[in-house]
Structures are given as C-alpha cells and as structure tokens.
C-alpha cells in the first residue's frame, strides 16, 4: 500500500546482461545462465564433477562462489575446464571422462608422511583421490557386485528394506505415508536414487553414511567414518543378502576349490589384481567359517535365509553359508568402500 518505483524482472547487474533479444521470462533466465559469456554457471558446473571425482572442489566451497567462499586453489585449471565444458556442447561425459582419464585422477592415493605433513587436503592434487564412497553409491556397488541390481531406468519410487514401523514414530494422522509398506522382488534391487525418501526419517542405512535427509538443498556433503557404518555394512538384511547371493555366484562361478574362487571373489568384489595374502585371508577365513556352519546347520540355515531373493536349493548350504561370511568380512574392506 506504499508503492514506489516499480520493478522489473531482470538479472543482478554485476554479471553480464541478458542475451540479445532474450525475454525477462524463465526462457530467457535459461538462456542467460548458458551464454558462453556467462562467468558462473560452467565454473559452478565443472567444479563440482571435479568435487564428485576428487571429494573435494577446485573451489572448496561447492556452494559459495561469492566473496565470503574459497578461492579456487588452481583458478587456471578451472577456467580451462569451464572453456572445454562450453566448448563441447555442455557435454558432462566428455568431461567426466577427461577428468578420470587425467594423470592426476590416476595417480596413487598412497601418500608419504611428508605428504601428509606438507599437504594434508591433496589440495595441490600430488596424489590420487581417497575418499569413502556416498551412501547412494556404496549399496549400489554392493547390489552390483553381488549380482541383484536392477539397473533400469524410470519408473515409481521404491521402498527397500528398512526396520519395521520407523514411520510410526513421526507419522500424521491420515498421512498416506503414515505406514511403510516394503516392496518385493524388483523393487527391493532398484538403484538407489528410485528409493521411496521421507524426508522426516529418511532410511536408516542411507543416513548411517552421511546421505543428507534432503530438507534442504545439499551441495557438498559430509563425510564420517562411524562403527555404526560398520554394523550396516555387517547386518542390514540388503547388503547380508548381497554377500549371499555373491557366495553363490563364487560357488558356481569361480571354480572348484577355494584357491581359484578366492581368486575370483576377490577380483569380482574389488577389480584389481589378486595377491597371495589377500587370497590366503580369504581361504582362511572360509575355513572356518565351514567348520563352524558345518557343526551348526541351523545358523547356516538361518543366514542363507536372509533377504526375498530365492536361495540356490543345489547348492550346500554350509558351504554357501561359510562363503557368505567371507563375501560380507569382503564388503567391509577399506579399498571396497573408499575409493582409493
């Protein structure tokens, strides 16, 4: 009621203006935000591909490109990327790709306590990334592995294994999200980004692994190391079962005798070159564990049991029950949960 001048639509004034001809409409925002001339957006973009390889941005501060965010720590590079970015048609697998197939990202992660000492960040980028993977990643890697990913795209949410009546406690009256219904079959192997996300209690095992609860818009997340990741890693049903059906696969896959499906194990959970003792923990450790199955079929029976998938009635099920053991001590590995 105390009007004054009036106000237009229009872009901040310290950044270029809109294209020619462009329209103060939501086309003409689109169209403003990818002019090649455009100083933010290909920066912002590129930086975090970068932050999602390395763990950490060019720009440490993936959500703040303003006075009060980091400096870029190689604004050179960053300007080169943003150029390539534009330049190949906004192409984020081209970029992608030139990012990983760089001899930076290739480089080991292992570092010398001088390293450490002098750069503890890897801020100048003198070694390869290591970082835990993100939640969403890590069950689908292990879903992968194990051989139960469903990998197709599209389609309604999904709701995965989760503790019964977790909703309750938050739940509204009337709500049509007041009880949670687990889904079956496929629906129980999506990839992780088709899962069912109530914001008031996301899932457990996702939480456990810093996944933001979504309530807001995360750009850069946190990164915990916890024993309770490990106790998911170690009971949740998703990932016993995963280490299930990877036994299996091992047992009519990998050979006839617990050298060779050691091998192959190892090589399937881990895509890198098997070493002898490596090899001998796990043959030790299926020893065992068949030992101990074998005196107690029940517990054999019981852990094979875990999860909707159907169990492979020809196979022993000590035996499965033993190399289940060993898939699961696998899939807690620090090189199969970090990316190193």
């Known amino acids: 009621d105390q009007r004054l001048d009036e106000v237009k639509p229009i872009v901040p004034a310290a950044l270029i203006p809109l294209p020619k001809g462009a329209q103060p409409n939501r086309l003409g ?4 935000l990818i002019d090649p001339k455009h100083p933010l957006t290909a920066r912002v973009t590129v930086n975090r591909l970068w932050q999602s390889l ?3 941005g060019l720009v440490k501060t993936a959500e703040d490109f303003g006075i009060m965010g980091d400096r870029p720590s190689h604004p ?3 300007d080169w990327l943003a150029v390539e970015f534009i330049d190949s048609g906004w192409d984020v697998r081209h970029m992608l790709r030139l990012m990983m197939t760089s001899a930076t990202y290739q480089q080991s992660s292992r570092a010398t306590a001088q390293q450490n000492a002098a750069d503890p960040d890897n801020i100048l980028l003198g070694r390869g990334p290591r970082l835990r993977l993100d939640a969403e990643v890590l069950r689908d890697q292990i879903l992968s592995v194990s051989g139960l990913l469903v990998p197709d795209i599209g389609g309604p949410s999904v709701k995965p294994y989760q503790p019964a009546g977790l909703w309750n406690v938050v739940a509204i009256l009337g709500s049509n999200t007041r009880n949670f219904e687990r889904d079956t079959g496929e629906g129980l192997y999506r990839r992780s980004v088709y899962t069912f996300w109530k914001r008031t209690s996301p899932p457990p095992s996702m939480s456990a692994f810093d996944a933001p609860t979504r309530e807001q818009c995360t750009v850069r997340r946190e990164r915990t190391n916890t024993p309770l990741q490990a106790l998911v890693l170690l009971n949740d049903p998703q990932y ?3 280490a299930r059906k990877l036994a ?3 047992l009519k896959s990998g050979g006839q005798d617990d050298t060779a499906r050691a091998a192959w194990m190892l090589q399937r959970a881990l895509a890198q070159s098997v070493n002898d003792k490596d ?3 796990i043959i030790d450790l299926v020893s065992d564990f068949r030992k101990l199955y074998t005196e107690n079929p ?3 029976k ?3 049991e875990t999860g909707d998938s159907t169990i492979d009635e020809s196979l022993d099920p000590a035996e499965v029950a033993a190399w289940t053991m060993a898939a699961n001590v696998l899939m807690n590995r620090d090189d199969f949960i970090n990316k190193n």
């Open 302 to 304: 019981k852990l094979i």
């Open 248 to 250: 299996e696969h091992t």
């Open 298 to 300: 029940d517990g054999a």
């Open 240 to 242: 016993v079962e995963a």
């Open 76 to 78: 050179e590079l960053l």
């Open 54 to 56: 390395f763990g950490i």
């Open 29 to 32: 925002l689109a169209q403003w």
């Open 279 to 281: 090899q001998k923990d």
